[in-house]
T-cell receptor, first 117, second 112 residues
């Protein structure tokens, strides 16, 4: 149980194009989904938190117009990197929050490797 | 911002040895989670802890939620080569809305 998928797993795009990444909770309904960015050999950096049907809450320093988040249902959230540039190249990971036996637990997707040429 | 101090940063051990890593903070947490991340993959949840003093095992892994609610440790017994990876602790602050704060990770290398 508590499986989270991401699509695509890898994407290479040209500078200036937009890229959409999907995050799905496959066997549970997620009250909240989170988007992280991870640089090589570094820990996860939270970008934004989204709840179904409401606007995402972005962390300080994360441009909301650059990283568009849509949380259309309790099982799907999307992150769109708009007008991507090489500095946006990174490993993007989503997680979905489920109520566990004692409290909230986040389950992570497998990640999406974005390379902007 | 809030920080978790995770140590050690890296470990090089022999197969069969036991491993211990921990996370500490000056803040109080409601939840402690331990994850393992392999290269190019997302973190995989190993153990979730929700109560101060809670001690939970998952196979060869054991983790405890510190009684002060400011720390947690993870032990791996009788390590094997597939234990190689980066282990992250993550905590949910008391009174927060579910956001996790991550440690910087412990990179584990196991020599066969």
């Amino acid at each position: 149980g508590a499986v989270v998928s991401q699509h695509p797993s890898r994407v290479i795009c040209k500078s200036g194009t937009s890229v959409k990444i999907e995050c799905r909770s496959l066997d549970f309904q997620a009250t909240t989904m989170f988007w992280y960015r991870q640089f090589p050999k570094k820990s996860l950096m939270l970008m934004a938190t989204s709840n179904e049907g409401s606007k995402a809450t972005y962390e300080q320093g994360v441009e909301k117009d650059k990283f568009l988040i849509n949380h259309a249902s309790l099982t799907l959230s999307t992150l769109t990197v708009t007008s991507a540039h090489p500095e946006d190249s990174s490993f993007y990971i989503c997680s979905a929050s489920a109520i566990g036996s004692g409290g909230d637990t986040q389950y992570f997707g497998p990640g999406t490797r974005l390379t902007v040429l | 911002g809030q920080q978790l101090n995770q140590s050690p940063q890296s470990m090089f051990i022999q197969e069969g040895e036991d491993v211990s890593m921990n996370c500490t903070s000056s803040s109080i947490f409601n939840t402690w989670l331990w994850y393992k991340q392999d290269p190019g993959e997302g973190p995989v949840l190993l153990i979730a802890l929700y109560k101060a003093g809670e001690l939970t095992s998952n196979g060869r892994l054991t983790a405890q939620f510190g009684i002060t609610r400011k720390d947690s440790f993870l032990n791996i017994s009788a390590s094997i080569p597939s234990d190689v990876g980066i282990y992250f602790c993550a905590g949910q602050l008391a009174g927060s809305q579910g956001n996790l704060i991550f440690g910087k990770g412990t990179k584990l290398s196991v020599k066969p």
